[in-house]
T-cell receptor
């Protein structure tokens, strides 16, 4: 079992819809969680970070964390074609500096 | 500020050749990372340096060595390149354990 699991997709949603991206992880000690967006041929860039159980909102993006279930998700409201990219979930493993990424979920937003 | 810079951007090697990928950051970050990215496999951690003077293995360290030359620079060396090392290599840095990572533009390496 991979340490950080994501549905590879592709996930296809119409413009204006909500896109829901999910991630599970196997380390119970992890405390810091990140979502990165990566456009094709480009470097990853941070979308959201979350450290506490519950929801964290930033504009159209909401990150949700449930440490008991070892689950973190990203919701994108009012999806736009410009949101089409690969979304990477990242976990600070064992509470330390080692960061493990999931394989990423490809999102397509249809105009 | 240039952020994180990597050289070279592209490289083609023959099997058995060696090379060093260079990475530098000008953000005064403590931690630096090397990842490889292959289709469908996301980013896999090769080595990281939590702070100047320390380095640790990541998920896929075999066939690689690293040097944290100073706080700014973190290099990745392939001693004897193999076709399985064909990949895109990203360097990243961050200020602290709970901070985001900033990525360089990547090096696209092909080993024939």
């Amino acid at each position: 079992q991979k340490e950080v699991e994501q549905n590879s997709g592709p996930l296809s949603v119409p413009e204006g819809a909500i896109a829901s991206l999910n991630c599970t992880y196997s380390d119970r000690v992890s405390q810091s969680f990140f979502w990165y967006r990566q456009y094709s041929g480009k470097s990853p860039e941070l979308i959201m970070s979350i450290y506490s159980n519950g929801d964290k909102e930033d504009g159209r993006f909401t990150a949700q964390l449930n440490k008991a279930s070892q689950y973190v998700s990203l919701l994108i409201r009012d999806s736009q074609p410009s949101d089409s990219a690969t979304y990477l979930c990242a976990v600070n493993w064992g509470g330390g500096f080692k960061t493990i990424f999931g394989a990423g979920t490809r999102l397509f937003v249809k105009a | 500020n240039a952020g994180v810079t990597q050289t070279p951007k592209f490289q083609v090697l023959k099997t058995g050749q060696s090379m060093t990928l260079q990475c530098a950051q000008d953000m005064n970050h403590n931690s630096m990372y090397w990842y490889r990215q292959d289709p469908g496999m996301g980013l896999r951690l090769i080595y990281y340096s939590a702070s100047e003077g320390t380095t640790d293995k990541g998920e896929v360290p075999n066939g690689y060595n690293v040097s944290r030359l100073n706080k700014r620079e973190f290099s990745l060396r392939l001693e004897s390149a193999a076709p399985s090392q064909t990949s895109v290599y990203f360097c990243a840095s961050r200020a602290g354990i709970d901070n985001e990572q900033f990525f360089g533009p990547g090096t696209r390496l092909t080993v024939l």
